[in-house]
């Protein structure tokens, strides 16, 4: 079993910066991937970047891509996620997950609300 623990999250102005972290308990390699999901209201859970540290891959969402950077720790079982230039059409609750060889575990959470 594999428990995702999520740190920060807030809310913040429009063109503002935020940063969130996670931290899992249990088993899990730099081999799995690892990185954030988000979901707004009335919408579907989307990707917004995975790391596969392993073999240095990393993959963004269209919509993030360049203001927000993911970067992993396997040494500690992190995993953070820079967030700049943050738009509001970015609010939504914000998810943790770790894929273990087809088994997705998921952290509870994180809002983020960008507005003025």
């Known amino acids: 079993q594999v428990q995702l623990v999520e740190s920060g999250g807030g809310l913040v102005q429009p063109g503002g910066s935020l940063r969130l972290s996670c931290v899992a308990f249990?088993?899990?390699?730099?081999?799995?991937?690892m990185g954030w999901y988000r979901q707004a209201p009335g919408k579907e859970r989307e990707m917004v970047a995975v790391?596969?540290?392993?073999?240095?891959?990393?993959f963004y969402a269209d919509s993030v891509r360049g203001r927000f950077t993911i970067s992993r720790d396997s040494s500690k079982k992190a995993v953070t996620l820079q967030m700049n230039n943050l738009k509001p059409e970015d609010t939504a609750v914000y998810y943790c997950n770790v894929d273990r060889w087809g088994t997705n575990f998921w952290g509870q959470g994180t809002q983020v609300t960008v507005a003025s």
């Open positions: 249990g088993g899990i390699y730099s081999v799995n991937p």
């Open positions: 790391s596969v540290e392993s073999s240095g891959e990393t």
